[in-house]
């Protein structure tokens, strides 16, 4: 169950869309959230969804895959469904009831608005490997550096972060077999008992998390790592054709929206 | 004559400790040797190796790397580039997703130029095996492909040692039995300096230097053939003989003449069979 | 007390995903009380998929877990029970401690179990005296040695009592002394209680020289199950699994290569050098004579 959880995983392909330059996917995505978070009527919902759609396709990425990684979203999209059938007003469906002909198209557009958030930002984690996505990020976010802002000290640390999801996760799952085996119960039990019955993962998996980023420091270390100051990268970031012409596609898309807004569609 | 590492007369407490675990400490390895380091678990022989780069310094005496003090801060970088570190567990050395990211890792560190950070990292993936797994992610591989890794991550660092804290300690045999010939065809075809630290008695014997540490000092130092023959003295120090030896020791004490330094199998077996003819 | 039995036993990881994996088929077997097994095979042999059914960690995918007769696997209470009865150590289960004292620590299963305090306090002085860590009580788990805390985890399954007592490489990182303590201190657990203990291991020479058993996994099959004599008297299949043999048994092949055929079964060292000592003898015999 654990195993499902699918966040910062990479599927190493030789697509176009792999071979992009992280930053122009960052940008394209950022477009994009602008973009849904823009569109109003259902033809820029459609417009958000056909384009996502023809990513997904060109990405060759499994749509199962993208599908799994919505799975833990559920709760959050029943309850903004929920909230938004109940308490939209307008035309009732059937008289007297309080679902409302405006609060299905609400509900609907809300849930779709998190579904192409979230498969958007999965479909460039899973084309772009995060030690590109965090260069990426790095690169883009350089002019905060004058600013003071700590840019290299953050990328990596979600690198980092990303480079121990599998790892924690495959600890996560041997510990709670060691406790289960020692005849602890995660199932049953009112909300406090299965709160408590968390703490013999927790701790375990704390002190060891402490242990890992411990040794962690001990072998960067002695790989000569002393911060951003004067680091080369063997995969050096330059901008092809595809790059512009992806832009040049995410900001033609952009406008598409805001002009279909601007006509109230 | 000095060697490449040398240590003189080095303390070493850690701060949460009231016993030192180095305790006045003198060695001296030279280069291209293959030295093993043998002790029981709290001998002080992990804290021997991270003095080597410098991850620890003395407390009190000095450690030399190529020369080099290695308390001199600004000289930091200088020593690490020469050591390179390979540790006992294989996941938390590993800092990128990529194996080939991965072992880029320590040149990008040292500001190496693109295309040649390229071709460190091709060339120290092929020397270990595992260049076919480049784009591969580190957690799907076994432990001893994992330590592969490591190594190539050292290498393309391009150091005169490679220190080894307990490599195997976490592995299959399988896993254990790659990574000690990959570091012997490494010494073989690079001739580098090996220092490799275990408590595996029959990962000692293709070492041309043994030594045992006991309570933060070094108790026997010599090849593994004269080390291994004092069997007594090994019980002693808490630890074992290579199976070879142990037989071979306890057929003497039966009156058999062979000698105590076949430590390989087949030796081990000639010498027996000899005896037999 | 009571046999463990699997029948045509099969897991299968990810079932109707890409990822799908056949971990073990067809594993059929019966453990008698009071066995002491060893299982061997290499990483993905699926020896560690096979142990975690035996105290229905793990669902099977085919086939069935019998404890004294019926399935453990019946309901959630069965599942439940037969922990009790299959006490289960991990590979480094050091990583499981969490209480803030090794006290605390080993009575986490007994208290599960809802024994009384009197009972669960007489169970964790029992535990931790097979594993000789009484003095450590009040201390904190993650302030001890390596070996004691491994000594700990283990003190935390036997305070169940359990009739079979299953530990995936309790020796794994130790050094020679430590892993001397932890064997020793099985053993005495096994003696005194009349415990079954199945134990997974890379160490041939420690599986050949103390078990009675040898369960050999590879490619999720059980290859072969017999004595540790059975077993070792075919070093060739195991080495073709890539498997190591016991070092006494890999020096007495060397000596057959050199035309020295030993007599009798060569796993373990005693044998070994008693063979040695026969041809000897019989050679100085023979030279005597002349």
Known sequence: MLKDITLGQYFPGDTVVHRLDPRTKILVVVFYIVAIFSAKGWPGYALSVLALAGCVAVSKIRPKSLFKGLKPMILILTLTAALNLFYTQGRPILPGWIITWEGIARAVKMVLRIMLLVTSTFLLTYTTSPMALTDGLELLLGPLKKLHFPVHETTIMMSMALRFIPTLIEETDRIMSAQRARGADFESGGLVKRAKALIPILVPLIVSAVNRAYDLATAMESRCYHGGEGRTRMKQLRFQTADFAALGLGAVFLALVLILRKLGL | ?277 | MAEIRTEALSHVYSAGTPFERTAIEAVSLAIPQGQFVGVIGHTGSGKSTFIQHLNALLLPSGGRVLSGGEDINRDKKSRRDIKWKVGLVFQYPEYQLFEETVYADIAFGPKNMELSPEEVDQRVREAAGFVGVESLFERSPLELSGGQKRRIAIAGVIAMRPEVLVLDEPTAGLDPEGCGQIMENIKNYREQTGATVVIVSHDMDGAAALTERLLVFNEGRLAMDGTPEEIFSRPEELLAMGLAVPRPTAIALALKERGLELDGPVYTRPQLKAAILRAWRAREGRAGTC
Request: proline share 4%; with cysteine; glycine share 8%.
């Open chain 2, 1 to 277: 004559m000095d060697g490449i590492i040398q240590f003189e007369k080095v303390h070493y407490k850690y701060p949460e400790d009231e016993r030192e675990s180095l305790r006045g400490l003198d060695l001296s390895i030279r280069e291209g040797s293959f030295t093993a380091v043998l002790g029981r678990n709290g001998s002080g022989k992990s804290t021997l190796a991270k003095h080597m780069n410098a991850i620890l310094t003395p407390t009190e005496g000095r450690v030399l790397v190529g020369g080099v003090d290695t308390a001199d801060e600004s000289k930091l970088l200088d020593v690490r580039r020469q050591v390179g570190m390979v540790f006992q567990n294989p996941d938390n050395q590993i800092v990128a997703n990529v194996v080939e990211d991965d072992v880029a890792f320590a040149p990008e560190n040292l500001g190496v130029e693109p295309g040649e950070i390229r071709r460190r990292v091709d060339a120290a993936l092929k020397q270990v095996g595992m260049y076919e797994h480049r784009l591969h992610a580190p957690h799907l591989l076994s432990g001893g492909q994992k330590q592969r890794v490591a190594i190539a991550g050292v290498i393309a660092m391009e150091p005169r040692i490679i220190v080894l804290d307990e490599p195997t300690a976490m592995l299959d045999p399988q896993g254990r039995r790659e990574v000690l010939s990959t570091v012997l065809r490494l010494r073989r075809e690079k001739g580098m300096t090996v220092v490799w630290i275990t408590h595996h008695m029959d990962e000692c014997i293709h070492a041309d230097r043994l030594l045992i540490m006991d309570q933060g000092q070094i108790a026997e130092d010599g090849t593994p053939a004269e080390i291994f023959s004092r069997v007594e003295r090994m019980k002693e120090l808490g630890l074992d003989v290579p199976e070879t030896t142990g037989l071979l020791y306890e057929l003497r004490q039966e009156g058999l003449d062979l000698p105590l330094d076949a430590l390989e199998t087949e030796a081990c077996a000639e010498a027996i069979a000899q005896l037999l003819r």
